[in-house]
């Protein structure tokens, strides 16, 4: 349950070596959350995440997650649940892919789209499921701008993170009235491990600017969170641009 302050006390990580949950994380150790379990393939990255924040305070408990492992999802996260009530889950895997080589080649595409769909929609069932039998707690979903509408560069990963995010607002809605709130987070450009190399986009931004965002959209009870905050007018423009411009824009 949140403290008197009405600060989460707990905290559960979908994708515990993401760069974006491991600032969240920090952010809210540093506040009142003394309870996180981070969820993900054991790694070392993983372990000394677990280790930096126990540093800072908090009880840390690492859970073997794979997000592709779908057959999996209920058994491993409903055990956190018997632990205690999860104030908040935060969704926060995904794979980018490679454009150029998955289009060329159909298993390839369709990781992408089981990691970040597929899985997303597994494991975003049992927390929901969970968080809905507890009465309260909230479920912040990691998408992307990228969700709005897919250019021919990343259309693969595009509309998955569209999958993503039409689901995470459905499951939103059917859980208004039981305690339990969802928020679809959609950032930019983030400079990560996962965009390491790449050519930074307009607008780009940092895990600790998304954090910023994630914990403000909480404390207000935000639907969507646009990181930067840009980005949502941005995108109603680009929304409507033809199709003939808009595949021909160098984006």
Known sequence: ???SLGAAQSLLVLGGSSDIAMATARKMAALRTKKIYLAGRPSRQLEDNAAELRQLGATVEVVAFDAAATDDHEKVLSQVFTNGDVDVVLMAFGV???QAEDEKDPARAAAVAHVNYT?????GIV?????KKQGHGALVV???VAAER???ANFIYGSSKAGLDAFAQGLGDSLVGTGVHVMVVRPGFVDTKMTKGMEKAP?????????DAILTGLRRGSHTVWAPGAFRYVMSGLRHVPR???RKLPM
């Open 1 to 3: 349950m949140k403290d």
């Open 96 to 98: 980018l892919g490679d």
């Open 119 to 123: 899985g997303a929609v597994s494991s």
């Open 127 to 131: 927390v929901a499921q969970a968080l």
């Open 142 to 144: 990691l998408s992307s």
């Open 150 to 152: 897919a250019r021919k």
């Open 203 to 211: 607008l780009s931004t940092t895990p600790e600017a998304v954090a």
């Open 244 to 246: 003939p411009i808009f």
